[in-house]
């Protein structure tokens, strides 16, 4: 509730003054402070609409005229005449009770109501007899109105000045010297007022007295005064009063008739008098809040000129005929929609014109808004906030105020006020989506755009205005701008480079929506970026190996059967889903019909049979497809020899003839005594504590490949059961015709169903058998580059003429099915 005041402060002031004369210095009279009257909204207010006679200077807080003030036309006749209004002054709100008494000056000249007086005397009338004659008006009161009568030097008749009960005065003509209607039939008097102001003004009236005869009585009236109440509003033609007076004489000498002696101007506009029977009817509107009593005089003369005069006062009653005004006297509108509760956002003063319990007015609104009317001073009410005000629900208000006075019936009015709420910033921006998936295909252009976020923010104009920005991260290391941008009007994201699936796959960055008020509010939202494999990697050949001029050479068994397990190609590709779905195909082979490949799998088995006639030496040419749109595609060769042992390759045969076998055979036995010597317990001591670890079945050929790290493409990973190979695929290194490097290893493998139950071997085997298998690998690694055994010239040490040889085999592995493959390896000396 704002602070309030409430003090009265009268001045006195003459009437008929200039516009803009000082009245007085309220702000210095009400100990103000004159520089804060301007921000105040110092004013002057009146009821009604009546008009404003004042004002006051802000700069200087005097109180002036407005407009010309004439005390008679405001108060007619009464004595005190003032003016009332209210000094008001906001922040915090303040009431003044200003009453300016209004200073009467001599500003009106004594009139009489008639131009002329007739006077009928006669001519028996003694001297001393005494004629009324009625007195002049001065519109001014006090000292300014009428204070002395004199009449024109005559012989026959004196004036007599009395005051009456009333305050009046009673002026009468007497007689001091007899009329003689023969001698003179008329007399011409001019009689002068003059009232009491400085100037003095005056007066005159001509009386005609006409000498007549006898008429010794004068009309009487019934009441001294009449005085009577009138409704406001009355119908015309109303009834008012009757006055009645009453001649003692006869004929024409008693006939009365009456008249208005005296009445205001705006009386006579408003009342008729039938000057036959005395009546007083309305005939003009009655209004209480115009006027509230209503004074005249009537005389009452006979027909001899004999008169008397009563008194008629009308007082007007009130009726509840005006409805309560609603004012608004200030409004803050629009209110900040963080506005405390009780704040105060207007002033409403309400206005009845109507008197007692017609003018008590009671102010209300309705009850379906944050807003409710606090009574302050007299019929001011100030209107506050009853709740917390949210823009984004709702932006205006139609508070409509009705008042309701207390009459019979009670009258009452209403007044729309529209009040706008201002926007703060209270609201963060909020996106459409919890979180965003963003989809790109691998090899996009940069700058190209992935996606679209978007934020909304209820509030107005820059307060819901929304930024986008990335929040900074990194991604791979590498900071988030260099892979994404966005637009921060309208929020795409942009990718800033070419992305590869195969180095990145997804990653997340977060979006920042913040809007532009003060202080700015944000929020943000996690953009998932998925990129989709393309089909732009080959397939890549694991095994065999592409790489060198010398081709990985398998050793097939002559008693090989249909569907027996004798190579796979294995292969992967850097691509995901469908892009990396492999088939194998057979695109050339020596014989076609003898050797087919499993499209999925890439093991190599034959179609049927071995035979005799079949050749030896079998090349074939492997394709492996992805599945990709457009498919790439990569091809290797494997060279097959069918054969159970070396010895019955031809090459082989006949170099076992050689002149320098027998040499090699000597160099063969120092070499294997000698190292056997060093190595023998070591190794034995070794190959005790992996065969004690091994419980199961060793295989010596199932079908898998074991792939060193050499093979494997850069981010390659075996996974069991989901990548390219399967876990059951597990080889270590073998030994080729081609390399001179390699061991003999067995097999590992955990697969034992690979082969049937006759190919496998059994779980240990004699110490001779290991010892035996340890010395021909060791001599074979010492005599690498003997023509016989490597099939490689000693020069070039690549293949010979006759190519590659057929692989080694150990006498107990002459019948024991397949043969695993041979490849180099570096990793195991």
Known sequence: MAHTA???????????????????????????????????????????????????????????????????????????????????????????????????????????????????????????????????????????????????????????????????????????????????????????????????????????????????????????????????????????????????????????????SRISGIAKELFVLNENSGEIKVKGPIDFEEEVIYEMLIEGKDGAGLSSDTKIIIEVTDVNDNSPIIVIKSLNSPVPENALTGTEVGIINVQDRDSENNGQVLCSIQQNVPFKLVPSIKNYYSLVTT???????????????????????????TKNIHLTVADVNDNPPVFEQQNYRAHVQENNKPGSSICSVSATDPDWRQNGTVVYSLLSSDVNGAPVSSYLSINGDT???????????????????????????????????????????????????????????????????????????????????????????LSYHIIKATDPGLFTIGVHSGEIRTQRDISESDSMKQNLIVSVRDNGQPSLSATCALYLLISDNLAEVPELKDMSHDESSSKLTFYLIIALVSVSTFFLTFIIIILAVRFCRRRKPRLLFDGAVAIPSAYLPPNYADVEGAGTLRSAYNYDAYLTTGSRTSDFKFVRSYNEGTLTADLTLKKTHPLWMILKDLMLKLAIRFSK????????????????????????????????????????????R
């Not at 494999?533 to 592409?546: K, R, V, W």
């Not at 690549?798 to 570096?826: F, H, I, K, M």
């Open 491 to 581: 929020g795409v994201i942009h990718a800033v480079r070419s992305f590869d699936y195969e180095q990145l796959k997804s990653f997340n960055v977060l979006v920042l929506a913040r809007d532009n008020g003060s202080p700015p509010l944000s929020s943000n939202v996690t953009v998932s970026v998925f990129i989709s494999d393309e089909n732009d990697n080959s397939p890549q050949i694991l095994y065999p190996s592409p790489e060198g001029n010398s081709f990985m050479t398998e050793m097939v068994p002559k008693a090989a059967q249909a569907r027996s397990l004798v190579s796979k190609v294995i292969a992967v590709d850097a691509d995901s889903g469908q892009n990396a779905w």
């Open 6 to 260: 409430y003090g009265d402060v009268s001045y006195s002031f003459p009437e008929e003054m200039k516009r803009g004369s000082v009245i007085g210095n309220i702000a210095k009279d009400l100990g103000l402070d004159v520089s804060r009257l301007s921000s105040r909204k110092a004013r002057i207010d009146t009821e009604g609409n009546r008009k404003r006679y004042c004002d006051i200077n802000l700069n200087t807080g005097e109180l002036t005229v407005a407009e010309r003030i004439d005390r008679e036309g405001l108060c007619n006749e009464r004595i005190s005449c003032a003016l009332n209004f209210e000094f008001v002054l906001e922040h915090p709100l303040e009431i003044h009770h200003v009453t300016i008494q209004i200073q009467d000056i001599n500003d009106n000249t004594p009139t009489f109501p008639k131009d002329t007086i007739k006077l009928e005397i006669s001519e028996i009338s003694s001297k001393g007899a005494r004629f009324r004659v009625n007195e002049a008006h001065d519109a001014d009161i006090g000292n300014n109105g009428v204070q002395s009568y004199s009449i024109e030097k005559n012989d026959n008749f004196l004036l007599s000045v009395s005051t009456k009960a009333d305050g009046g005065k009673n002026i009468e003509l007497v007689l001091d010297k007899e009329l003689d209607h023969e001698q003179q039939k008329e007399v011409t008097l001019i009689l002068t007022a003059v009232d009491g102001g400085t100037p003095p003004r005056s007066g005159t009236v001509a009386i005609h007295v006409t000498v007549l005869d006898a008429n010794d009585n004068a009309p009487v009236f019934s009441q001294a005064v009449y005085k009577v109440s009138l409704p406001e509003n009355s119908p015309l033609e109303t009834v008012v009063v009757t006055v009645s007076a009453t001649d003692a004489d006869e004929g024409q000498n008693g006939e009365v008739t009456y008249e208005f």
């Open 387 to 413: 709740g917390e005000l949210d823009r984004e629900l709702l932006s205006d208000y139609n508070i409509t105020i009705t008042a309701t006075d207390e009459g019979s019936p009670p009258l009452s009015s």
């Open 785 to 828: 580059n003997h023509p016989l055994l490597t099939g490689v010239s000693p020069r070039t040490r690549g293949p010979g003429p006759a190519g590659p040889l057929p692989l080694l085999r150990l006498p107990w592995e002459q019948d024991r099915g397949p043969t695993p493959p041979l490849r180099p390896s570096s990793s195991r």
